[in-house]
């Protein structure tokens, strides 16, 4: 039985947990944003916009959250795909997919604990227009 | 086997790219431009060799342009009901036939209603009713010597049930007409068809059609015509956005609605239309990337600018910009033509490009690059497996 | 064309008693079921064949007359001549008056084209001459079948009962376990009362039955033969004799199936794709 019982508390619990420590770790982020590639979930970022995380939250189904975090790759310097502790061993299972295209993977409950499973390297993002794109929503 | 350009909105994309020798003809569609337009600016040459789909696919619907066009339902009668087609239908025949023949089109098509689900044998019956029959008789009065297609639209459940598949092969066969104007209806929320069984059902539709001396143009396809020229069909269509190349009765209803789409490029070494933005990431991860297009002096440089660039608005791809469909219209056309005549080694051909394809994309993921189900070759085991069982439903 | 008129003229008599009475020397031919056959002679005629059926009110008279004009003004070796068809309203009778052909016996015909594929073939291509009359008028014979099919002397095919018998109260019985009013070689689509998939290709089949029927010398769709429970239901199933190899040319094998294929879409186009399979497969 999956931990949250909707991406959209899953969704709301994530953001409660990015507003307890954006102060601390000194980053701000944004829900949902639209009109890049796909809509990631959340977007992390620094001041600067010099690294950019982009977040996608899913229950269960880790293929399709893998496919869309990579298209985040074309605006973020890295991407997570974050999964229900609950279902997150199938993740795991195939955890040389998220190391082959290096999107990052872990697991999140409703206790607000996130667990990283593999950490991605950061690269440039992939696409100039969306970057732009993606800067100019972020300094509005 | 010819290729015609399936018009739509941006039909002088297509007109223009028939004049650089790309294509065999031109399939226009009412719905998209005024009738004047076409009687008086599209030229003779272009409408020889070409045909005009009438579009009464919704008899009570004249959207957009259709209203233009003397022959549509409501133009005869206002508040047109099916019911009125017993009375009017030679009316409408008549103008239909008059429209088409005064405008020196290749072929004269006789229209059809669309209907969803399958339905009552009456359908059949209606069909030949208020439209081969009425249809037939105001062309034999006319004593031209064209000849004379009926529009059939075949979705996923006509296709795909046996008895009914058969019984409209029975009868269309037994009509006096020279072919049929085929239009496969396959709803899905793919762009591609994934699905072997509606693919082999289809091309067998169009073999047994081929046997029984029709000729048979297919309309709306998109690359599956690829596919579907393994059962020798007179022509496929090639058009340039998704509503074009693939049917919706929706492009016939009001308020199409819909986001915009986003940009994509053919490639005809993938057999697919893959998405811009990926394309932005072959040129860092796969070396080789450019292989994948075929090269078009005229188009390719234009598409790829914007890879070579700072962001630059200008250069980024739109659906509204015309060089992605025009390349597609030049890549698709010459794929079509450099398939071999002969039938049993266009089979081998097309499997090779199957083949061929799937190993690329094998490529292009150990360049890790991961494409989502719109882009990536998963249609690709499901052409492989028509082909399987169209050539074992045939005895091959 | 015979013209009846300049020798009989029936039309004052509205009693099939009365109209038999024009007769001599009449004998039943075959009085099976509801429809009796006698051979007669007539002054006139000389030689008759009189057949004699109730017919379905529902056509109704005007539809009948319609739709056997054609049948009755038809000048072919290949039909007896037709002297008079007259109906009998009172009673819903429907008299056939024909030339008496003398024709073969069963046996004598089976004993003919009996695993004989070139006798069968010419028979086909016969038969095809004969019926393109009607096919060409987009007539549908219906009814093909041995019954319907008399063989001259010359072993010529006489066709008899012109797609009359659809108008008639008819009980056709048929080989096996088959029930009253089963067509036995009737295609898939007569069966099924398709109506939209009845054309000539209808008679394909029918043909595609007598001649494998003839070639075989048993009914081909019986269930003694061919298991099953109703010969409509192998017909329906496309569940009929097999030929083997040796028992014919792989050419007339597969020229069978082609006519008895399920669908009509997939027997030949037309008669002349017929006659085109034949002369390109056979020297005839």
């Known amino acids: 039985m999956a931990n949250f019982s909707s991406e959209e508390e899953m969704s709301n619990c994530f953001k409660k947990i990015l507003q307890k420590y954006q102060k601390r770790f000194n980053f701000k982020f944004e829900k949902e944003v639209e009109g890049l590639w796909g809509v990631p979930d959340f977007i992390l970022y620094d001041e600067n916009l010099d690294k950019t995380i982009a977040i996608e939250l899913k229950l269960k189904n880790w293929g399709r959250a893998l496919t869309q975090a990579f298209k985040y790759r074309a605006f973020s310097h890295c991407s997570f795909v974050i999964i229900d502790k609950d279902f997150v061993h199938r993740a795991k299972n195939n955890i040389d997919q998220f190391i082959h295209y290096n999107i990052g993977l872990a697991s999140f409950n409703k206790k607000g604990k996130i667990k990283k499973i593999y950490e991605p390297q950061f690269t440039s993002p992939y696409s100039k227009f969306t970057l732009f794109k993606l800067r100019q929503v972020l300094h509005e | 086997m010819k290729v015609y350009h399936q018009t739509g909105f941006r039909y002088n994309w297509n007109i ?157 066969t037994s009509q006096d007409l020279n072919g049929v104007y085929l ?191 719109n882009s990536d070759g998963s249609h690709l085991p499901h052409w492989q497996n028509a082909i399987t069982l169209y050539l074992k439903a045939k005895g091959g | ?49 009189i057949k004699k059926a109730e017919y379905n009110p529902k056509f109704g008279s005007p539809r009948i007359d319609r739709e056997t004009h054609t049948l009755r003004i038809i000048d072919s070796p290949y ?86 018998a659809r108008f008639l109260n008819l009980t056709t019985l048929t080989q096996g376990i088959g029930g009253p009013g089963t067509p036995a070689y009737a295609p898939p689509e007569i069966q099924n009362y398709n109506k939209n998939l009845i054309d000539i290709r209808s008679d394909f089949f029918s043909l595609g039955v007598l001649l494998l029927e003839y070639y075989i010398g048993l009914y081909p769709f019986s269930p003694n033969l061919v298991a099953g429970n109703s010969c409509v239901e192998n017909i329906l199933n496309s569940n009929y004799y097999q030929l083997k190899d040796g028992e014919c040319s792989d050419n007339f094998r597969k020229f069978i199936d082609r006519l008895l294929r399920y669908y009509p879409h997939q027997r030949f186009k037309n008669y002349e794709k017929i006659i085109e399979y034949i002369e390109t497969n056979w020297e005839i």
């Open chain 2, 16 to 172: 223009e790219s028939f004049g650089d020798d790309i294509g065999d003809g031109l399939i226009f569609s009412p719905v998209n431009i005024d009738a004047k337009k076409l009687e008086k600016e599209i030229s003779i040459d272009i409408k020889k060799e070409s045909f005009f789909d009438p579009q009464i696919y919704l008899p009570k619907n004249p959207k957009s342009q259709l209203y233009t066009y003397p022959y549509f339902p409501t133009n005869i009668k206002s508040e047109f009901e099916t019911q009125d087609f017993d009375a009017e239908k030679y009316k409408i025949a008549q103008q239909c036939m008059e429209f088409q023949l005064n405008n020196e089109f290749e072929y004269i098509v006789i229209p059809s209603r669309y209907t969803e689900s399958i339905p009552h044998t009456d359908y059949i019956k209606s069909i030949s009713n208020d439209f081969i029959i009425p249809f037939l008789e105001t062309y034999k009065q006319s004593k031209k010597d064209k000849k004379v297609l009926v529009t059939l639209i075949m979705n996923e459940s006509f296709i795909k049930n046996d008895s009914y598949r058969n019984e409209i092969l029975s009868w269309v």
């Open chain 2, 183 to 373: 239009i496969f209806d396959y709803n899905s929320d793919s762009k591609q068809i994934k699905d072997a069984i509606f693919l082999s059902n289809a091309m067998q539709f169009i073999n047994e059609l081929k046997e029984n001396e029709f000729e048979v143009h297919i309309g709306y396809n998109n690359t599956e015509g690829l596919l579907y020229s393994l059962a020798n069909p007179n022509s496929i269509s090639v058009g340039s956005y998704e509503n074009l190349r693939n049917f919706q009765i929706r492009r016939f209803q009001e308020n199409e609605g819909g986001k915009p789409p986003s940009p994509r490029l053919y490639s005809s070494e993938l057999l697919q239309w893959i998405e811009f933005r990926y394309i932005e990431t072959l040129p860092g991860l796969f070396p080789n990337w450019k292989n994948l297009f075929m090269p078009s002096e005229k188009y390719l440089d234009i598409i790829f600018k914007y890879l070579n660039e700072d962001y630059d608005k200008k250069s980024q791809p739109h659906f509204q910009k015309k060089e992605p469909y025009m390349y597609y219209f030049e890549v698709f056309y010459k794929q079509i033509k450099d398939l071999p005549d002969d039938i049993t080694k266009r089979i081998d051909w097309v499997c090779n490009l199957c083949n061929k394809a799937i190993e690329e994309y094998k490529n292009i993921t150990n360049a890790k690059i991961r494409l989502d189900d």
């Open chain 3, 1 to 49: 064309m015979y013209n009846s008129e300049e020798f009989i003229n029936f039309d004052d008599i509205d009693k099939f008693s009365d109209f038999i009475n024009c007769f001599e020397n009449v004998e039943y031919l075959d009085k099976g079921g509801q429809r009796k056959v006698f051979s007669a002679t007539h002054p006139n005629l000389g030689k008759v064949v």
């Open chain 3, 79 to 164: 039909y007896p001549k037709n002297f008079e068809l007259k109906k009998f309203d009172d009673d819903n009778l429907l008299v056939i008056v024909e030339e008496f052909i003398p024709t073969l016996s069963k046996d004598e015909v089976e004993k003919y084209f009996k695993m004989n594929e070139n006798r069968v073939i010419q028979l086909a291509l016969d038969l095809i001459e004969g019926l393109k009359i009607l096919w060409e008028k987009d007539i549908v014979h219906r009814d093909i079948k041995p019954d319907n099919i008399l063989i001259r002397f010359d072993y010529k095919p006489v066709i008899i009962d012109l797609g009359v």
